[in-house]
């Protein structure tokens, strides 16, 4: 977890959905409805999300 998410939510700023960073505008990385600070958190985020679905279905 990075010091960010600690932080109160006072100004309307766009976090990372998968490492927390602080998303600059000009950075952005906007997919499937959430936004990253780079293609490489999309990626994880995505392999992070195909296991949890895994781990689902073996259940
Ligand atoms: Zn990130």
Avoid: H
Avoid at 16 to 40: H, P, T
Avoid at 48 to 53: D, G
């Amino acid at each position: 977890m990075s010091e960010e998410t600690a932080v109160v939510r006072r100004t309307k700023s766009t976090n990372c959905a998968f490492c927390g960073k602080l998303v600059r505008r000009i950075k952005m990385y906007y997919r499937n409805g959430k936004y990253y600070c780079s293609k490489r958190c999309f990626k994880k985020m995505q392999e992070k999300l195909a296991k949890e679905k895994e781990s689902e279905q073996a259940s």
